[in-house]
């Protein structure tokens, strides 16, 4: 639907436990869209965007910038923790072998939701979805881990079931897809390490999500607050009114 931003796609189309769906046009989820198209702007607006909440670092925000175009949208964005993303530093290293990509990810799941910046985000996300105007896109950069995180949580939330929260976690594989864009994100790999060019495994690694993934964050939230719903009400401030106000919104 959108040219010149990666992975976008409406996170509506569900059933809930509560018999009714969660709404289509009301919620947004992509890459970056520092590449967005004249004609991308124009669908967002089109498509009753109001909100945009961007899950990156501040030094993600400005070497890829989203562009002045924004600045007719609400945008959500977070400096806590800092500037500097982890993930370069990390990169530069790592040998760049899969297995190594791979703990990281997964380390990153089991903490990332406990994070003070992401704690910040995603309180404000769901304020946004609670009380904020018109349809809201969230993003990260490759709109898949940070993204695809949240994304689940208010699935949950909504009362989807689990396996169509998965569906739509891994859809990112079929969205993003390695055949596609591989070459793009191996070459980026290789800029940041300096030395090593990254094998296919590696790449496939760092684009693809995969269940175990998204199991090791929601057994996180699990063991420190007893349930994920304990998570999102006491870290995260989502009251059963919000809670209400939300699925009001998303639901129907």
């Known amino acids: 639907m959108l040219s010149g ?7 509506g189309g569900y059933a809930t436990r ?7 046009g009301r919620l947004y989820r992509s890459g970056r ?16 965007v109001a909100t945009i909440v961007d899950l990156r670092w501040p030094d993600e925000r400005r070497h890829h910038p989203t562009g002045p175009w924004a600045g007719a949208f609400a945008v959500v964005t977070s400096d806590i923790g800092g ?15 899969a297995a190594a990509l791979e703990e990281y990810i997964r380390r990153f799941y089991a903490e990332a939701a406990f994070q003070a910046r992401h704690v910040d ?7 946004a979805l609670a009380d904020g105007p018109g349809a809201l896109l969230v993003h990260c950069t490759g709109g898949k881990d940070r993204t695809g995180l949240v994304i689940a949580l208010t699935h949950h939330l909504l009362g989807v079931h689990r396996d169509d929260i998965l569906a739509d976690y891994l859809a990112t594989n079929t969205h993003w897809p390695y055949e596609v864009h591989g070459a793009e994100v191996a070459a980026g790999l290789a800029a940041i390490h300096g030395a090593v060019f990254p094998s296919e ?4 690694a760092v684009m693809e999500v ?43």
């Open 33 to 48: 869209p520092a590449q967005a198209t004249v004609s991308d702007v124009a669908t967002l607006r089109d498509l009753g």
């Open 201 to 204: 495994a590696a790449v496939r």
């Open 83 to 97: 500037a500097v993303d982890p993930w370069p530093d990390f990169l530069r290293a790592s040998d760049l072998s």
């Open 5 to 11: 931003v990666p992975n976008f796609r409406d996170a």
């Open 210 to 252: 995969r269940p175990d993934f998204l199991d090791g964050a929601f057994r996180s939230l699990t063991d420190r607050h007893g349930s994920v719903e304990g998570y999102i009400e006491s870290v995260l401030g989502v009251s059963p009114d919000m809670r209400e106000r939300i699925a009001a919104r998303l639901t129907g």
């Open 121 to 127: 985000l995603f309180a404000r996300y769901f304020q």
């Open 18 to 24: 509560h018999g009714r769906a969660v709404r289509k």
